[in-house]
């Protein structure tokens, strides 16, 4: 049918042709739950699970700043402990340079005179003490050893050199084992053999 032709049916009194039934009720049963909302029982069913939620997520964050206080109370602890343990350590290493101290103080038999230096590996680096002829043929021999005590180098006999070093072992500087086994010197080859009085 043309546009007028339709105007002037409607014109007559012609009303258009009803809609089908289904769409017409589907668009009702639409028009009326976007009115009404979602049915009654869903809606108390969506607040209560949201509440869940959010109690359930109130619990999860006090649950984590338990566990971050627990955390920092464990840390802090620890920290404490550490503390304490090197306190202790500084108390005995104090204690026991003291004794080394009491014990070397009239028995080291550095020489005033003496003008041959004996060169060792202390500390990573390169030390030296002074000694005599004698004595730097009893350190290389092992009867004589070297401590190391508040940055002076002491030399001191291979007994009271085993008694600190049983006491203090860091004071230890130099110790020649004359019965170690040739294998742990790299330089035991007699082509390698160092005079007992080369100073280097």
């Known amino acids: 049918m043309s546009d007028t032709l339709r105007n002037q049916l409607m014109g007559l009194g012609f009303k258009p042709a009803a809609k089908p039934e289904r769409p017409a009720d589907a668009g009702k049963r639409g028009a009326k739950s976007r009115r009404e909302g979602p049915p009654a029982g869903r809606k108390p069913q969506q607040r209560k699970g949201g509440g869940s939620q959010s109690g359930q997520r109130s619990r999860e964050d006090i649950d984590l700043a338990k566990a971050y206080a627990i955390r920092a109370q464990k840390e802090k602890d620890d920290r404490i402990k550490a503390e304490q343990a090197k306190q202790e350590a500084a108390r005995q290493r104090r204690e026991a340079k003291a004794k080394v101290e009491a014990l070397v103080k009239d028995k080291a038999l550095n020489v005033a005179e003496a003008d041959i230096a004996r060169h060792f590996p202390y500390g990573g680096k390169i030390k030296r003490v002074y000694v005599t002829a004698e004595q730097l043929k009893a350190v290389n021999a092992g009867a004589l ?31 020649v084992d004359p019965d170690a086994p040739a294998g742990d010197d790299p330089y035991a080859d007699p082509k390698y053999q160092v ?6």
Do not use: M, R, S
């Open 145 to 175: 050893g070297v401590l190391q005590l508040n940055g002076h180098y002491k030399v001191v006999t291979a007994e009271v050199l085993a008694q600190a070093e049983a006491i203090f072992p860091d004071c230890l500087a130099l110790k």
């Open 195 to 200: 005079p007992d009085d080369l100073v280097w």
